[in-house]
């Protein structure tokens, strides 16, 4: 069976009102397992109540969407199954939601149904408790959530992160920072991202030295982070990157981003 879906709707227990899991979809691109409807959806019960989401006070809606693809190592003739996780969360009747993504990688060259089951629970387990750690600590005064930056649980921290970002908190300036220098691609892309939200222009050196490691096609990724976060530096990067880039890709996103950036400007100018 190569390609499939399903949908699942579940309750999950919480103090007042159920949070309510209102999608599942599973769409591969390659084979990699089957695994029923129901499999899934006791997955997601078990992760949800692991991840302690008795602790929301309201209804809360969370629409959860998994992706299961095929990614080639262009440096090795080895292929990688991996199942990429969204999950989206945001109080019933708002859009101040958020999302969690988490990614498993699949070892069994046959991509045996148990080993797809266990890498989907614990990305489920991964993104549930960090969802439910992020609602907890939207409600936390600041200097909770900034102690919590320094908690012993990988989701306590990232849950943290996360609420100094929204809060626009300078504290998370540092910790994002950091990431820029991490191994795994798609936390360098959240890192990035999440600088760009913050608005702090004191990341945009950073930004730019690190992707000038990883080579062009990150380059290409972080220009319109860089024209979000504005500043001189920002404008002297772009506009040197627009004709002097040596990849035309990054030259050619670097006109856009240069453009973007100077219609901020003139946008900030005439709201003054």
């Given at each position: 069976?190569k390609?499939?879906?399903?949908?699942?709707?579940?309750?999950?227990a919480?103090?007042?009102?159920?949070?309510?899991?209102?999608?599942?979809?599973?769409?591969?691109?390659?084979?990699?397992?089957?695994?029923s409807?129901?499999?899934?959806?006791?997955?997601l019960?078990?992760?949800?109540?692991?991840?302690?989401f008795?602790?929301?006070?309201?209804?809360m809606?969370?629409?959860?969407?998994?992706?299961?693809?095929?990614?080639?190592?262009?440096?090795?003739?080895?292929?990688?199954?991996?199942?990429?996780?969204?999950?989206?969360?945001r109080?019933?009747?708002?859009?101040?939601?958020?999302s969690?993504?988490?990614?498993?990688?699949?070892?069994?060259?046959?991509?045996a149904?148990?080993e797809?089951t266990?890498?989907?629970?614990?990305c489920?387990?991964q993104?549930?408790?960090?969802?439910?750690k992020?609602?907890?600590l939207r409600?936390?005064?600041?200097?909770r959530?900034r102690?919590?930056?320094?908690?012993?649980?990988?989701?306590?921290?990232a849950?943290?992160?996360r609420?100094?970002?929204e809060?626009?908190?300078?504290?998370?300036?540092?910790?994002?920072?950091?990431?820029?220098?991490?191994?795994?691609?798609?936390?360098?892309?959240?890192a990035?991202g999440?600088?760009?939200?913050?608005?702090e222009?004191?990341a945009?050196n950073?930004?730019?030295?690190?992707?000038?490691?990883?080579?062009?096609?990150?380059?290409?990724?972080?220009?319109?982070?860089i024209?979000?976060?504005?500043?001189?530096?920002a404008?002297?990067?772009?506009?040197?990157?627009?004709?002097?880039?040596?990849?035309?890709?990054?030259?050619?996103?670097?006109?856009?981003?240069?453009?973007?950036?100077?219609?901020?400007?003139?946008?900030?100018?005439?709201?003054?």
């Amino acid at each position: 069976m190569k390609h499939w879906k399903f949908a699942a709707l579940l309750a999950v227990a919480s103090c007042d009102k159920p949070a309510v899991v209102g999608r599942v979809a599973i769409a591969p691109l390659e084979e990699i397992a089957e695994v029923s409807g129901a499999d899934v959806a006791a997955l997601l019960r078990g992760s949800f109540e692991r991840a302690g989401f008795q602790i929301v006070g309201e209804g809360m809606v969370v629409d959860l969407s998994m992706d299961a693809r095929v990614d080639v190592d262009k440096q090795s003739p080895q292929t990688r199954k991996m199942l990429w996780v969204h999950l989206g969360v945001r109080p019933r009747g708002r859009d101040n939601g958020f999302s969690v993504a988490r990614r498993g990688e699949l070892h069994d060259e046959g991509g045996a149904s148990g080993e797809f089951t266990t890498v989907l629970g614990r990305c489920l387990d991964q993104a549930a408790s960090e969802a439910a750690k992020t609602i907890a600590l939207r409600q936390a005064m600041g200097f909770r959530v900034r102690r919590a930056l320094k908690s012993k649980i990988p989701a306590e921290r990232a849950a943290a992160l996360r609420v100094l970002v929204e809060r626009k908190d300078p504290a998370a300036l540092e910790p994002l920072l950091n990431l820029l220098s991490s191994e795994d691609l798609d936390a360098y892309q959240r890192a990035v991202g999440a600088l760009a939200e913050l608005g702090e222009v004191a990341a945009v050196n950073p930004i730019v030295q690190s992707a000038s490691r990883r080579g062009p096609l990150v380059e290409r990724g972080v220009l319109y982070a860089i024209a979000s976060l504005g500043g001189d530096d920002a404008l002297a990067y772009l506009d040197f990157s627009a004709t002097g880039a040596a990849d035309p890709g990054v030259r050619q996103a670097a006109v856009e981003a240069l453009a973007e950036l100077k219609a901020n400007r003139r946008g900030a100018k005439e709201k003054r």
